[in-house]
């Protein structure tokens, strides 16, 4: 696992095949990411749907987030991301 800091969070739930899709989308593509099982997480059931894929904020900054695999508006959310 590399050091760099995460900078995308992607919310998934299970046997969600879009889900899966967008995992293995940002593996291809080489992007560090932190994948939460809203399945997990009880507090998380009020979001309808997953995945909901987010690039964080530097401190002090609003982040993005996209819900849903759209190609392009995930590409350049993640274009700036550094490769592992």
């Keep these: 696992m ?4 995460k900078t995308i969070r992607i919310f998934t739930s299970t046997g969600c095949n879009i889900c899966k899709q967008s995992t293995a989308y940002l593996r291809k593509q080489g992007i560090s990411f932190e994948e939460i099982n809203m399945d997990d997480y009880p507090e998380l059931s009020n979001i309808p749907v997953a ?34």
């Design 2 to 5: 590399s050091k760099s800091k």
């Design 51 to 84: 995945p909901v894929i987010c690039k964080l904020g530097k401190k002090g900054k609003k982040g993005k987030c996209v819900i849903g695999f759209q190609k392009k508006v995930l590409d350049e959310l993640i274009k700036k991301q550094k490769k592992k």
